[in-house]
């Protein structure tokens, strides 16, 4: 069987013309937080229609990819974005897309638990039929500044809680870090902070993911030079082929510069990027790659000794 699968991540930002002109302005945006969303869901629309079109079976989006990145100040005004992971407007636009373009997409929300009120940050996964087959929660939060400025995740949502229900498609025996079953292989999900975490690659190889998605809002000089590194490693280490996708681009009111610089990389090197379009950047992926022998000669799998090493 041929594997070789086109896939594509989005490299955009916030679309909503309408922001206010400095960060205490921000209450200008109240009651209209329904037409940021609905901005950004469009344009996000436009991107994956455009991805099927170039032949992708798969699109990632971006973290949060209905928002702008609100965690740069803390103020309960973006509460008003968390929707339900299974019904919300963004999740429900998403399925009617994937059907009508027959693409999986995998679409990271901010999620209200309408039951408990918790909020995660949170992909959801939707296959070619339209049909939810699963989620993912953000297992790390991070809280802290860099030279660019500060980041407040953990005053919007929690880690994941492991709770992200039963669904027939999801192979893994671990409540994290689930993987899902598609028709173009096995895919899991690091959502931004999560990949700097050893164990988390580790885990969903461990699981039988093929393909990482890994969706990030980030910036900062440590940022940018480790998103070059991190996913080259743990693709080799861990036989694994990992998209990466960032913003790219300032959104007003905060002006810090997201740096993009989104790719595609498997165990063998970095995935040849097939398109031109800026918001997206496409590569043909063999994962059949993955069951070969490895040209250096390796088996990291079958030479690791686990009962040497620091739990």
Known sequence: MNRIVRIAVSETRNVYRDMPASVDDSHELAGKLDELRDANVQH?????????????????????????????QTDPLWFGLAEDALTGPSVSAMREAAAAHRIIIVAPIYELHWDSGQRFNTAVVIDETGEIIGKYRKTHTPEGRNERGEFHEKYYYQPSDGDLG???A???????????????GRIGIAICYDRHFAGVMATLAAEGAELVLSPAVTYGDKSRRMWDMEFEVDACRHQLFIAGSNRRGVEPPWEDEYFGASYIVGPNGRAERIDSRPELVMADIDLDE???QDPAGWDLERDRRPDIYNK
């Open 166 to 168: 039963q669904w027939p």
């Open 44 to 72: 996000n629309l436009a991107l994956v229609a455009d991805a099927a079109a170039a032949g992708a079976r798969l699109i990632g989006l971006g973290e949060l990819f209905p928002a702008p990145y609100f965690a740069k």
């Open 290 to 292: 993955l069951a070969r």
């Open 170 to 184: 999801n192979v893994s025996t671990n409540p994290f870090f689930p993987v899902f079953k598609t028709s173009i």
